[in-house]
T-cell receptor, first 112, second 114 residues
Framework: GDSVTQMEGPVTLSEEAFLTINCTYTATGYPSLFWYVQYPGEGLQLLLK?????DKGSNKGFEATYRKETTSFHLEKGSVQVSDSAVYFC???????????FGKGNQVVVIP | EAQVTQNPRYLITVTGKKLTVTCSQN?????MSWYRQDPGLGLRQIYY???????DKGDVPEGYKVSRKEKRNFPLILESPSPNQTSLYFC?????????????FGPGTRLTVT
């Protein structure tokens, strides 16, 4: 079935460093892809999305490009801040029924 | 303010004691869903509903029930909770249709079953 794979393990980096979180997917057809963020003690909120191949989603300095040829949707930010510390989830939307399939999430810790 | 609310936010209970976690949204969304979040497993869908009186199983439905009698409410029922249902639970809602609509999440309910 459709699924999402995120890179293993937490990510710890210094303020102003470059952040990349890898996400690959397996799907029939062409799903929409999302990144959700979960700040400590809160629910998930949408960070960005892309609905078709080569689309680039962007928000709050984060970007991700929908790559059909590599079935990937990697999240990047050029200069992270301490306030970016959170858990990041990649997700795909099943066609036709609104269901989301999530990756396991990556804890990002930004050190001052 | 557009939001999804859940109650209670925290609950400690004992094995076998029936409980209900409520979920309500004020955005007139057709679609609602329940997820559980466990360390190392991410979010897994329990049940979802495409509209009133229309519900279906997600990936991990065993031990749970839901109902959708009104558009705004989607309660999660644990008839006989067990310790393996200790988890963080999230309710979510979204529009339906041909677009790729954002899902709005509630703040979560942390359940401990002893």
């Amino acid at each position: 079935g459709d699924s999402v794979t995120q890179m293993e393990g937490p990510v710890t980096l210094s303020e102003e460093a470059f952040l990349t979180i890898n996400c690959t997917y397996t799907a029939t057809g062409y799903p929409s892809l999302f990144w959700y963020v979960q700040y400590p003690g809160e629910g998930l909120q949408l960070l960005l999305k892309a609905t078709k191949a080569d689309d680039k989603g962007s928000n709050k300095g984060f970007e991700a490009t929908y790559r059909k040829e590599t079935t990937s949707f990697h999240l990047e930010k050029g200069s992270v801040q301490v306030s970016d510390s959170a858990v990041y989830f990649c997700a795909l939307l099943y066609y036709g029924n609104n269901r989301l399939a999530f990756g396991k999430g990556n804890q990002v810790v930004v050190i001052p | 303010e557009a939001q999804v609310t859940q109650n209670p936010r925290y609950l400690i209970t004992v094995t076998g004691k029936k409980l209900t976690v409520t979920c309500s949204q004020n955005m007139n969304h057709e679609y609602m869903s329940w997820y559980r979040q466990d360390p190392g497993l991410g979010l897994r869908q329990i049940y979802y509903s495409m509209n009133v009186e229309v519900t279906d199983k997600g990936d991990v439905p065993e031990g749970y029930k839901v109902s959708r009698k009104e558009k705004r409410n989607f309660p999660l029922i644990l008839e006989s909770p067990s310790p393996n249902q200790t988890s963080l639970y999230f309710c979510a809602s979204s529009q339906t249709g041909s677009g790729s609509y954002e899902q709005y999440f509630g703040p979560g309910t942390r359940l401990t079953v002893t």
